[in-house]
């Protein structure tokens, strides 16, 4: 039996949240500084993470969201039923574009985006419609 996003408990968040946290100190960010972490809960409870990927080549960076949903589904999951975004200090950030339309082609219906600040307690919950109002899904 999978997870519900209806069914998300504050410890499955605290916990997503950690796991952000963790890894965008990860982040391989020599040229910006801004270390960003992700993390995704999948339809098996099975938390995925990643973390920005910047490169000299601008263009070839990488998004921690994109990292972690790719992460996620080499791990065989389908479904992103919840996804925390944790930015540097108490910036909250939320996806970029591509990383909108990532998210909303692996995400179920109710799906939640957590924008969550490295320091302190301030969040942001976001739907996928918030972030991409009448976005492209099969």
């Known amino acids: 039996m999978g997870i519900f996003v209806t069914d998300l408990a504050e410890s499955t968040l605290e916990t997503l949240i950690a796991a952000a946290r963790a890894v965008r100190l990860n982040a391989h960010a020599p040229y910006s500084k801004f270390h960003v972490g992700a993390a995704v809960l ?15 080549a601008y263009p070839l960076g990488t998004c921690a969201e994109a990292v972690a949903l790719g ?5 065989g ?3 992103c039923r919840v996804i925390v975004i944790v930015g540097s200090g108490d910036t909250l950030i939320t996806p970029c574009g591509g990383c909108r339309q990532r998210i909303a082609e692996l995400a179920v219906a109710g799906t939640d985006i957590y924008c969550v600040a490295q320091t ?19």
């Open 120 to 138: 302190g307690d301030e969040r942001k919950k976001l739907s996928v419609e918030d972030v991409l109002p009448n976005g492209f899904r099969l």
């Open 42 to 56: 999948d339809e098996h409870g099975h938390v995925s993470v990643g973390c920005n990927m910047e490169n000299g």
């Open 71 to 75: 992460s996620m589904v080499a791990s």
């Open 77 to 79: 999951g389908k479904e």
